[in-house]
C-alpha cells in the first residue's frame, strides 16, 4: 500500500481530533485510519499532526468574528428567553451557569462549588466565593433565587418554564448557600442548572440590553438582529481565561455567503454549516472542519390540531414517507446517523433498542393518506435556512410525495424571523432541535401536554404521568424501561418526524485553537468565546 493519502479529508483530521479529546488511546485512533485506507507510516503522520493541534498552548491577545446562521430584532440577552444559537453564544460569553457539561457530558460546578442531596428532592447549593458582577456586586445566594425564580414568572416567558416548574422552595441559607426544595425527586438537576437558559443574572435586573453577567465577557455593543461586540472581562473570576480580547458575533443566513467569508479570512467561525459545503472546505487550506457528533436534529412537525396532521394516519403517513437512508447518504453525506422518530440518540444509556426502526414504505404511506382523504390535496411544508438542511428534506419528501400521488408545496420562507412567525405555528413545518443532556430535558421541553416547544401539540396524560414517574425514580432499570415506553409512544404518536442526528459541522480558521466537542450543541456547546485563542 502507498503512503501517499487518496481519500484522507480535513473532515477526517477533524474527527481524530476529537476522538483524542474523548481520551482515545493511539491504537484505537490507527485503527480509525488505516479503516479509513491509510498506511501506518502516513497514520503515525497524522496521529502526530491532529496531537499537536490538540495539545497547543493558549496564548493571550486578538480578535475574531464569528458569523452563525439565524438572527432576528428578537435576539436577546436574556437567558431565560434564549430560543436559538445566536442567544445562546451571548449568553455563554456574558453569563455563568451554577454547573456546565464538560466534552464527556459530565457535570462539573461552576458557579456553585458544590450541589448535593440526600433523597434527591431537597439540594442544597454551595456558591463560589470571590465572584463578581460585571457592574462589581458581589455573587450572593439571593442573585440565584431571583435567577431561578424567574423561570416560573409567566410574564417573563421563560423557554424553560415546563422544567423550573418542579422547583417550588428556595430559601438562602446565608449569602453563599441556598436551599432549593423540588415538588418530587429528581437526580437531574445539576445536569438540568447546566443548559443554556439556567445562567444566574443579579438580583432585580430588569434590563437584559448590557448582559450585565459574571461571565467570561463583557457586552460593549448589542444590536438585536445586527451584531452584538463583546471584550474581555479583566477581572473574570476563574483566573484563567478568556484568550481573546474581543469578539464580534452575528448572523450570515446564506450558507453560500458564510462560507465565503470564512474563505476569505472575513471571519473566524462560521457556524452550523450542511454537508454540501464539504466539498468547497475539503483540503481548502483556509479553513478547518471542527465535527461534532451530536443528538441534535431537524424535525419535521405537523400540528395534530391543524389541518392536515389532525386527521389519522397523516403524520405516521409522512413518518413512513421519509427516505432516512436517503437523507443520511445524500443530504448529510453520511454525517449522521438514523433516527426512529423519537429525540433519543443510540449514544444515550436510556436508548430503546428494542423499538423497531421505522422504514421507508412509500406505499404504506399511500394508504395512510388514502384513508385520511388527502391523497388529491395539496400540502403546504414550510421549510427555511433557519432550520438546518431542512429545505434539502423538504425536496427529499416532495419527490418520495410525487411517485405516489401526493402533492406537497414547498414554502420557503428567511431565515430571518422563522423562529418567531413560522416555527411551532404553521401547521407542518421544520424545527432544528439541539442536543439535551437528559430525557427528561427533552420530554419537558418538547412532548409534555404543556411544553413550551411542543412541536406538534402533542398531549398524553398518560405521557405526562410516565415523566413525573421517572423523573424521581432512583431505580435505574425502571427508569430506562419507563424511557423506553415513553420513546415508542413518541415514535407512534407524535406528529414530530425525526430521520436522523447529525453531526454538527463548524468552519473554523486554522489559526483557531481551543475548541472541543460539547453535549449542548455546535460551536463547543455555543461557549467557545472563553476558550478559543488564536495561534501565535
Known amino acids: 500500500m502507498s503512503d501517499k493519502i487518496t481519500n484522507w479529508t480535513f473532515a477526517d483530521d477533524a474527527m481524530i481530533e476529537s476522538a483524542i479529546r474523548r481520551n482515545a488511546s493511539r491504537r484505537e485512533l490507527l485503527q480509525m485510519m488505516t479503516?479509513?485506507?491509510?498506511?501506518?507510516?502516513?497514520?503515525?503522520?497524522?496521529?502526530?499532526?491532529?496531537?499537536?493541534?490538540?495539545?497547543?498552548?493558549?496564548?493571550?491577545?486578538?480578535?475574531?468574528?464569528?458569523?452563525?446562521?439565524?438572527?432576528?430584532?428578537?435576539?436577546?440577552?436574556?437567558?431565560?428567553?434564549a430560543s436559538h444559537s445566536t442567544d445562546y453564544v451571548r449568553c455563554c460569553a456574558f453569563?455563568?451557569?451554577?454547573?456546565?457539561?464538560?466534552?464527556?457530558?459530565?457535570?462539573?460546578?461552576?458557579?456553585?462549588?458544590?450541589?448535593?442531596?440526600?433523597?434527591?428532592?431537597v439540594w442544597t447549593i454551595k456558591l463560589r466565593k470571590g465572584v463578581t458582577f460585571h457592574d462589581g456586586k458581589t455573587l450572593t445566594s439571593a442573585d440565584v433565587i431571583f435567577s431561578l425564580?424567574?423561570?416560573?414568572?409567566?410574564?417573563?416567558?421563560?423557554?424553560?418554564?415546563?422544567?423550573?416548574?418542579?422547583?417550588?422552595?428556595?430559601?438562602?441559607?446565608?449569602?453563599?448557600?441556598?436551599?432549593?426544595?423540588?415538588?418530587?425527586?429528581?437526580?437531574?438537576?445539576?445536569?438540568?442548572?447546566?443548559?443554556?437558559?439556567?445562567?444566574?443574572?443579579?438580583?432585580?435586573?430588569?434590563?437584559?440590553?448590557?448582559?450585565?453577567?459574571?461571565?467570561?465577557?463583557?457586552?460593549?455593543?448589542?444590536?438585536?438582529?445586527?451584531?452584538?461586540?463583546?471584550v474581555r472581562n479583566q477581572n473574570y473570576w476563574k483566573g484563567t481565561g478568556p484568550y481573546l480580547d474581543s469578539f464580534e458575533f452575528f448572523a450570515i443566513a446564506d450558507e453560500t455567503a458564510r462560507v465565503n467569508a470564512l474563505l476569505s479570512g472575513d471571519i473566524q467561525i462560521g457556524g452550523n454549516l450542511s454537508p454540501r459545503s464539504l466539498r468547497v472546505l475539503?483540503?481548502?487550506?483556509?479553513?478547518?472542519?471542527?465535527?461534532?457528533?451530536?443528538?441534535?436534529?431537524?424535525?419535521?412537525?405537523?400540528?395534530?390540531?391543524?389541518?392536515?396532521?389532525?386527521k389519522q394516519g397523516v403524520a405516521e403517513g409522512f413518518k413512513y414517507l421519509m427516505n432516512r437512508e436517503a437523507i443520511q447518504k445524500s443530504v448529510l453525506r453520511g454525517l449522521a446517523e438514523i433516527a426512529n422518530d423519537h429525540p433519543i440518540p443510540a449514544t444515550s444509556?436510556?436508548?430503546?433498542?428494542?423499538?423497531?426502526?421505522?422504514?421507508?414504505?412509500?406505499?404504506?404511506?399511500?394508504?395512510?393518506f388514502q384513508k385520511a382523504g388527502v391523497l388529491g390535496q395539496e400540502i403546504h411544508i414550510t421549510a427555511s435556512e433557519a432550520a438546518s438542511s431542512s429545505l434539502d428534506y423538504?425536496?427529499?419528501?416532495?419527490?418520495?410525495?410525487?411517485?405516489?400521488?401526493?402533492?406537497?408545496?414547498?414554502?420557503?420562507?428567511p431565515a430571518d424571523g422563522y423562529w418567531s412567525n413560522h416555527w411551532l405555528k404553521d401547521a407542518v413545518h421544520f424545527?432544528?432541535?439541539?442536543?439535551?443532556?437528559?430525557?427528561?430535558?427533552?420530554?419537558?421541553?418538547?412532548?409534555?401536554?404543556?411544553?413550551?416547544?411542543?412541536?406538534?401539540?402533542?398531549k398524553s396524560e398518560k405521557f405526562d404521568s410516565m415523566l413525573l414517574e421517572a423523573r424521581g425514580m432512583l431505580d435505574e432499570a425502571k427508569r430506562k424501561e419507563i424511557y423506553g415506553e415513553m420513546q415508542d409512544m413518541i415514535c407512534n404518536e407524535a406528529g414530530t418526524a425525526i430521520p436522523a442526528f447529525m453531526s454538527n459541522v463548524d468552519g473554523v480558521s486554522p489559526k483557531l485553537r481551543g475548541l472541543e466537542p460539547n453535549p449542548l450543541g455546535g460551536m463547543m456547546g455555543f461557549a467557545f468565546a472563553e476558550y478559543v485563542w488564536l495561534e501565535s
Open 35 to 81: 479503516a479509513g485506507g491509510i498506511a501506518a507510516l502516513t497514520a503515525s503522520t497524522i496521529f502526530g499532526r491532529a496531537t499537536s493541534a490538540v495539545a497547543a498552548t493558549p496564548a493571550k491577545g486578538g480578535s475574531i468574528k464569528v458569523a452563525g446562521f439565524t438572527s432576528s430584532t428578537a435576539d436577546t440577552l436574556d437567558p431565560a428567553k
Open 349 to 368: 444509556k436510556y436508548f430503546n433498542g428494542e423499538l423497531k426502526q421505522r422504514a421507508f414504505d412509500p406505499e404504506r404511506a399511500k394508504s395512510l
Open 431 to 458: 424545527g432544528n432541535i439541539n442536543a439535551r443532556p437528559t430525557p427528561d430535558i427533552l420530554f419537558s421541553l418538547l412532548y409534555k401536554s404543556d411544553a413550551p416547544w411542543n412541536e406538534s401539540r402533542y
Open 282 to 310: 475539503e483540503n481548502n487550506p483556509a479553513a478547518k472542519l471542527f465535527i461534532s457528533k451530536l443528538g441534535t436534529y431537524t424535525d419535521l412537525n405537523l400540528r395534530l390540531d391543524m389541518a392536515p396532521g389532525d
Open 149 to 230: 425564580k424567574r423561570h416560573l414568572d409567566p410574564a417573563v416567558g421563560s423557554k424553560v418554564n415546563a422544567l423550573a416548574k418542579q422547583m417550588v422552595g428556595f430559601k438562602a441559607v446565608d449569602d453563599a448557600t441556598v436551599e432549593i426544595t423540588l415538588e418530587s425527586p429528581n437526580a437531574d438537576l445539576p445536569t438540568i442548572l447546566a443548559i443554556h437558559h439556567f445562567m444566574i443574572v443579579a438580583d432585580g435586573t430588569s434590563d437584559f440590553s448590557k448582559g450585565n453577567g459574571t461571565g467570561a465577557f463583557i457586552c460593549q455593543e448589542f444590536q438585536p438582529g445586527i451584531r452584538s461586540i463583546a
Open 95 to 121: 453569563y455563568n451557569r451554577l454547573t456546565f457539561l464538560d466534552s464527556r457530558g459530565e457535570t462539573r460546578m461552576e458557579l456553585a462549588e458544590s450541589i448535593e442531596s440526600p433523597d434527591a428532592k
Open 394 to 413: 423538504a425536496a427529499v419528501l416532495q419527490q418520495a410525495a410525487s411517485d405516489i400521488g401526493l402533492k406537497i408545496a414547498i414554502d420557503r420562507v
